[in-house]
């Protein structure tokens, strides 16, 4: 299909953090995921040549990689413009890639004049994570896509929206970055070696997620967070924690937070606490004293949308 045009179409994407569940929803088990307010922009117009702009961050595969899937899925052959907007000098974490993934795909399909359900976008989009990870589970696809707060199964099968208010989470980044690739792929060794233990942590890991479907919806925080405590124990015995975020957590916990647990596929970015607001100061003080950078985030963000001019 081959439509000329000249118009520019501006989308956003919203960030993520996993609340419970990172590594067992790679192998077919539940976890809890929110949108978090480190949206990505991307604009898109026709060109005579491609041409990209990135200011800020570094997620050109992810571009590349959408766009070369697009135009074969849609034969779609024209020449196009990207430009893409982070709002952030660092990576944190919290979900840029596939931010920029869902953003782009959403914005193509808003040039090429292609109407795709939330469910399209998803399988085109965590195509392009496999396609350029190798690994993952699509569950910060979703989140890139659905927005708020979502109870999510291993590559879509389960995409189930929750009622949840904006969560009193406190988020620290650690000061040095995981790589998800290689720590899925370790993860992935580990349970071969050991397929009794690792079955057993992810099982565990999915009635962790269980329950606290029920206590997040029933807003039930002092609750929820001692099941984030319990899930980061569980990721310590997958190895996938570092000397700086069990500090993190420990340290958290300390000044009063409900709970606390590294999140994503761990080796550095960030730690998240629930802590009841009156302990907000003191939690955020004891995250900065033992090196912590405290992130001002805000859950339960909207999903992907296209800015009308
Ligand atoms: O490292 P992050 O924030 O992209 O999170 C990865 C979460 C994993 O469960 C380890 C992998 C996945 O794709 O679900």
Known sequence: MEQKNNKTITTSAPGKLLLLGDHAVVYGFPCLVTAVNYRVFVEVSTSDKDEFLFPEGNNNHFVQAVLELFRKTY?????????????????????????????????????????????????????????????????????????????????????????????????????????????????????????????QLFFQSKELVEKGKQFLVAQNFAEFGKLMSHNHTLLQQLGVSTPKLDEMATAAVHAGAYGAKLSGAGGGDCMIALAPEEKRISVEKALKDVGGTILSVKTDEEGVRIKHE
């Open 75 to 199: 034969n779609v052959h024209q020449h196009v413009r990207v430009q893409t907007r982070t709002g952030q000098k660092e990576s944190y974490g919290l979900g840029s890639s596939s931010a920029v993934t869902v953003a782009l795909a959403k914005a193509l399909s808003g040039l090429f004049f292609l109407d795709l359900s939330k469910k399209e976008l998803f399988d085109l989009c965590y195509q392009v994570v496999l396609n350029v990870q190798g690994v993952g589970s699509g569950f910060d696809i979703a989140a890139a896509i659905w927005g708020g707060t979502l109870y999510f199964v291993t590559g879509g099968k389960e995409i189930e929206p929750l009622q949840v208010e904006t969560l009193p989470l406190i988020v620290a980044y650690s000061g040095s970055k995981g790589n998800t690739a290689t720590l899925v792929k370790g993860v992935g060794a580990l349970y071969k070696e050991k397929p009794e233990k690792v079955g």
